[in-house]
C-alpha cells in the first residue's frame, strides 16, 4: 500500500507501537529455545512485620505436614535455574510474586491426575486476585518436548496460569519432591507455608487456601492482579481434525471413528475419508443430548460395541454411550464424580467412576479401565452396572508420578493395558496379569493385535514396532519426529498414540501431525496418510471457539470521497478448498462501508468505506478453509476477527491496498 509522506508521519507511531506489541509474544516464545537463568538471590519481603510473624507461624505448620521434614528453612525456594518459562513475557522469580499467594504445583506431562487437579485449580483460583497459580512443569533431561507440543499442551487445556518448564527440582529447597503432583503454598514469602504430594495433598491444599481466604489481614495485603499469558490459551488455526488421540473401527459398516481432542469431538469417516457423522458440539463439558448438541471433556479411549460407540469421557468421569438409531448421547456408568477410592461394583450413574480412559470389547464383553484406581470393570450394557474385573498392579518403574492406566486393546487371548509410564500388561482369562517386554525401554502408548502379531506405538521415540522374542522391533519410523510418509527406515511420526486394524491396514493415530497414518503391510513398513475429504459438515459452520485470533491490520484513511480496499491474502503456500467456507462478515448495523462480495477468493476481496463510517475501527470477520498441497489430507480452518484502525484526512487515497498474511500455525 502506498502513502503519502503526511499520512505516513500521522501513523508512523502509532504502527511502530503496534507491532512492538505484537511482536513480544514472539520474542517471548523465542525465549523457549535458551536456557532462562533464575537469580538464586532472591528474597522474601522481610521489612513487614505482619508477614514475617506469619511466615514464622508457618514454618511450623510445614514441619507438621511435611511427612518427617525437619521443618527448618533459612533459605527460601527458588524457581530452578534453567526454568523455561512457556507463556509470560518475563521469567518469574519469587521476588516477582513477592505480595501474592502463590500456589506452585509440580507438574508431570503424562500425569493424567496432574491435568485434572490443575484444571480444577485453575477454576478454584481464578475469581480470588489474591492468589497466583503457577505450574511446574518436570521433565527428564533426556526427553524432547518441541514448543509446539507444549504449547499445544497449553491451549488444549485452555490453561490461563504461567507454566515452566524445569530439567531438576534443584531450586526446592525447602522439602525433598518425593510425587507428582506436588502442591506448595507460598504466603507472600518465598518459604512454603505448605508442601504435599499426591491425593492427599491435594485435600490439604484446599483445605489450606480456604484457611487463607479466611485470613483477611493477608488478603487485604496482597496485589489484586494475575499475571496474563502472553500467548493465546484456546486454538485459533484449526486442522479439522487436530491432536488425534484415539480410534475405533465399525467393521460392518466399514467406519472408522476418530477422537478430535482439540475440537472435544468425535469423528466418523468412511474408508474413503469422508465424514459421515460428527458426535460433540466443539465445546468442552458435560450434556447427554442429540449426537452434535452433546459435549465431551478430554474423551479419551472408545469402542464400537453392538450397534452403539462406547466413549471413556475421562474428565467427565462417565462411559458415555452413542445410540446412533436414536442419534442420541447418554451415560451409562459414572455419575461425574472424581474418586481414587477403589470399588468391587459401580452402581450404573449414580455412583463414580473416576478418570476412565479407554474402554474395550474382549470375549464378546464390554470393559472401562479407570485411570484414578487402575481398576478394569466389566459393563453391563443393558443394566449398566459395572462389576470388577481384575486391579492393575502398581508400577514396576521408579517414578514420582502417579501411574494410571491409559489404554486398552484386545486380542483373542489377553486383555491388554497400558499405564502412563509408558509399560504394558496382559491379563488372560483366568485373570492373571503379566508384564510385557519387562527389559524393554520402549514407552508403549497403544497396541493393537495385526495379522497375529502384537504391535505397538512409542510416542517419545516416535516409531512403529512389533513384539518378538518378549523385546519391541521397529517396522517403521525413523526415530526423528516428522511426517514423513514412504519407506520404513525413512518415515516419521510425531507422538503416535493409538493403533487400530481398519481394512486389513495398521491405521496410526500421529497426535502431533495432526494425522491418521497407515500402513499396509508390517513386512514393507511402508506409510501413507489416510487422506481426509473436506466437507461442509466436518469443517463446521462456527470455530471451536467463539472469539477466535484478534488481527490488527494496516491503517484505512478515509477522506470525504470514498475509498476501495483491496485486502490481498498472503496464505503461506496454502491453497484455499473451494468447497470450503471462505467468506467474511460484518454487522450489518455498520454505515458507510460497502461489501459487493462477501466471498474470499485467492486473490483476496474488497470493500468500500467512506466518511459516514465515524468510528476509530472496523471490525470484519474472515472463515477461510485451506489446504496444504505439500501433505495432502491437512487442512486448516482459519476463523479471525480483523480490526482496521480508520484515520479521516482530507487527502486519503482512492485506492488502498492492505495485505493480510495468515497465521498458520496449529496453535
Known amino acids: 500500500m502506498k502513502f503519502n509522506s503526511i499520512q505516513c508521519d500521522k501513523v508512523t507511531q502509532i504502527n511502530r507501537i503496534r507491532q512492538f506489541r505484537f511482536m513480544l509474544p514472539m520474542i517471548c516464545l523465542l525465549m523457549m529455545f535458551s536456557f532462562v537463568t533464575i537469580g538464586q538471590g532472591e528474597t522474601q519481603p522481610a521489612d513487614n512485620e505482619k508477614v514475617k510473624e506469619l511466615n514464622d507461624k508457618n514454618e511450623g505448620k510445614l514441619k507438621e505436614n511435611n511427612g518427617g521434614q525437619d521443618g527448618s528453612f533459612s533459605v527460601g525456594d527458588v524457581f530452578p535455574q534453567g526454568t523455561v518459562w512457556l507463556n509470560t513475557e518475563y521469567p518469574l522469580t519469587f521476588s516477582s510474586i513477592s505480595r501474592k499467594i502463590a500456589v506452585v504445583v509440580v507438574t508431570d506431562i503424562n500425569c493424567l491426575q496432574c491435568k485434572q487437579n490443575v484444571s480444577e485449580l485453575q477454576e478454584a483460583l481464578q475469581p480470588n486476585a489474591a492468589f497466583q497459580l503457577i505450574q511446574i512443569i518436570k521433565v527428564n533431561p533426556s526427553q524432547t518436548l518441541s514448543r509446539q507440543f507444549l504449547l499445544q499442551y497449553i491451549q488444549q487445556n485452555a490453561f490461563t496460569h504461567p507454566i515452566g518448564v524445569v530439567p531438576d527440582l534443584s531450586g526446592f529447597t525447602s522439602t525433598v519432591v518425593n510425587e507428582l503432583p506436588y502442591f506448595f503454598t507460598y504466603e507472600q514469602s518465598s518459604t512454603p507455608s505448605f508442601a504435599g504430594g499426591g491425593i492427599r495433598g491435594l485435600e490439604i491444599l484446599y483445605s489450606k487456601i480456604e484457611e ?8 487485604s495485603s496482597c496485589y489484586f492482579n494475575q499475571i496474563k499469558p502472553n500467548i493465546e490459551n484456546h486454538w485459533w488455526a484449526d486442522p479439522f481434525i487436530e491432536t488425534p ?6 467393521d460392518a459398516q466399514g467406519l472408522l471413528f476418530v477422537n478430535d481432542a482439540a475440537h472435544n469431538r468425535i469423528v466418523a469417516l468412511d474408508g474413503a475419508g469422508n465424514c459421515v457423522k460428527i458426535i460433540g458440539n466443539l465445546l468442552p463439558g458435560f450434556k447427554d443430548d442429540y449426537l452434535q448438541q452433546s459435549r465431551f471433556d478430554h474423551a479419551g479411549g472408545m469402542v464400537f460395541f453392538k450397534d452403539k460407540l462406547y466413549v471413556a469421557d475421562t474428565y467427565n468421569h462417565r462411559l458415555r454411550q452413542v445410540d446412533f438409531s436414536s442419534e442420541r448421547v447418554s451415560t451409562l456408568v459414572g455419575n461425574g464424580q472424581l474418586t481414587y477410592d477403589q470399588a468391587s461394583v459401580i452402581n450404573t450413574s449414580r455412583q463414580p467412576l473416576g478418570l476412565p480412559t479407554d474402554t474395550e470389547v474382549w470375549d464378546n464383553k464390554l470393559f472401562v479401565v479407570s485411570g484414578a484406581t487402575n481398576q478394569i470393570f466389566e459393563v453391563d450394557v443393558k443394566s449398566g452396572e459395572a462389576e470388577l474385573f481384575v486391579t492393575i498392579p502398581a508400577s514396576v518403574k521408579n517414578s514420582m508420578m502417579r501411574v494410571s492406566a491409559t489404554n486398552l486393546a484386545a486380542s483373542v487371548k489377553h486383555l491388554f493395558v497400558v499405564m502412563s509410564d509408558g509399560t504394558l500388561w496382559k491379563i488372560d482369562h483366568k485373570k492373571k496379569i503379566t508384564l510385557v517386554a519387562e527389559t524393554s525401554d520402549w514407552k508403549i502408548s497403544a497396541v493393537a493385535e495385526w495379522k497375529g ?3 505397538a506405538c512409542d510416542s517419545e521415540k516416535s516409531v512403529i514396532g512389533v513384539l518378538e522374542k518378549d523385546s519391541w522391533k521397529v517396522i517403521a519410523g525413523s526415530g526423528i519426529k516428522g511426517d514423513l510418509n514412504g519407506e520404513a527406515e525413512t518415515s516419521s511420526f510425531n507422538r ?9 491396514e495398521l491405521i496410526v493415530c500421529d497426535n502431533q501431525n495432526h494425522l491418521l497414518r497407515r500402513l499396509s503391510s508390517p513386512k514393507s513398513g511402508k506409510v501413507k496418510n489416510f487422506n481426509l475429504i473436506p466437507s461442509r459438515e466436518l ?4 470455530a471451536a471457539h467463539t472469539f477466535g485470533e484478534m488481527v490488527v491490520m494496516d491503517t484505512l484513511f478515509v477522506g470525504s470521497k470514498q475509498s476501495s480496499i483491496h485486502v490481498i491474502l498472503d496464505l503461506g503456500g496454502f491453497e484455499l478448498v473451494p468447497d470450503g467456507r471462505n467468506e467474511i462478515d460484518m454487522d450489518e448495523r455498520i454505515t458507510g462501508v460497502i461489501i459487493q462480495d462477501f466471498i474470499v477468493t485467492n486473490d483476496g476481496f474488497s470493500f468500500e ?3 459516514v463510517f465515524q468510528e476509530t475501527d472496523l471490525y470484519m470477520e474472515i472463515y477461510l478453509t485451506l489446504s496444504d498441497p505439500e501433505h495432502p489430507g491437512v487442512f486448516l480452518i482459519k476463523r479471525a476477527y480483523l480490526v ?3 484515520f479521516l484526512t482530507d487527502d486519503a487515497l482512492q485506492q488502498q491496498e492492505i495485505l493480510y498474511s495468515v497465521n498458520l500455525l496449529p496453535y
Do not use: F, R, W
Not at 245 to 250: G, L, R, V
Not at 539 to 542: A, D, I, S, V, Y
Open 212 to 219: 487463607i481466604k479466611n485470613n483477611k489481614e493477608l488478603i
Open 609 to 611: 468505506i467512506s466518511s
Open 453 to 455: 502379531q502384537m504391535y
Open 245 to 250: 488421540t484415539h480410534i475405533a473401527i465399525d
Open 539 to 542: 469443517m463446521g459452520e462456527t
Open 496 to 504: 503416535p498414540t493409538d493403533l487400530v486394524v481398519y481394512n486389513s
Open 644 to 646: 482496521y484502525p480508520v
